[in-house]
């Protein structure tokens, strides 16, 4: 049977991969525990690209719930406040 492009990529790619670990501790061990968590950069880009799920969610609600929609508004404000801060704290 010849040797497709599929089965030579698999097999490239199973001859570099390196050992898993020993057990779940070793990653920890080896790569330390804060090296798992995100930094505090990421953490803010991410409030900051969350902003459109949550423009897009508030504005949904306020159009469902039309008495209601100043209280989505004031969430909205708020989050857009706590975003242009995660921004300024780059």
Known sequence: MPVTIVNRTQLITWTRTPPPPAGPHSLTLSFGIASCLPSLEQRQVIRCLLISPV????????????????????????????????????
């Open 55 to 90: 423009f897009a969610l508030t504005s949904w609600v306020g159009f469902r719930f039309v008495r209601h929609y100043i209280y989505f508004q004031l969430i909205r404000d708020m989050y857009e406040a706590f975003c242009i801060a995660a921004f300024c704290a780059l």
